[in-house]
């Protein structure tokens, strides 16, 4: 058990660290950020950051102080809130927006992160023999990969306004 405790709280120091880092990112990037939608959406991220931070913290603390995984559930809601803000913020955005290379990069680094953030609760769902612990990781990954899709969506957004109004009412009409 000693050894699984150990691994436990390895990954959690990885997955605080990875939150951190996430939530600092996005502050910046949302600073940055030319248009509204970027910067309420990267902010929503951040705040979605720090929400697992505090999660992984709870954890954390009570396996370190009671030798045991504790009864914490977190049920994240899949990325509705993000896929919400977003469909708001589009019906308000000109088609024609001009999409601006840094905003761009900074949209591929964070879907990256996501990917990696994914990437780690995978394995690490796969890897502990504790349900609650893999419950914990598999949702996490839900959310992680939804943040991933949102944030693919602005991305082709702001790569082409124009082209992306265009696919999102023809799927509409396809019903696809």
């Known amino acids: 058990m000693p050894n699984e405790q150990e691994s436990t709280l390895k990954a959690l120091e ?33 705040a979605e950051e720090d929400i697992h931070r505090s999660v992984f913290k709870k954890i954390y603390d009570t396996i370190k102080s009671k030798k045991g995984w504790p009864d914490v559930k977190y049920q994240g809601d899949g990325g509705r809130g993000l896929k919400t803000l977003f469909a ?26 996501e990917n990696k953030t994914l990437d780690f609760y995978k394995a690490r769902s796969k890897k502990t023999a504790i349900d609650a ?44």
């Open 133 to 176: 612990e893999r419950q914990l990781y598999n949702a996490l990954a839900m959310q992680e990969s939804e943040h991933h899709r949102v944030l693919l969506d602005y991305y082709e957004f702001l790569k082409d306004p124009a082209a992306w109004y265009v696919q999102k009412e023809h799927t509409a009409v396809d019903g696809g």
């Open 14 to 46: 990885t997955a605080l660290q990875m939150e951190i880092d996430g939530k600092e990112f996005y502050l910046k990037a949302g600073k940055a950020s030319t248009n509204k939608l970027g910067k309420d959406l990267l902010k929503k991220l951040a």
């Open 88 to 113: 708001e913020a589009i019906e308000n955005m000109d088609k024609n927006t001009k999409s601006i290379k840094a905003e761009l990069d900074a949209i591929k680094t964070a879907m990256d992160m």
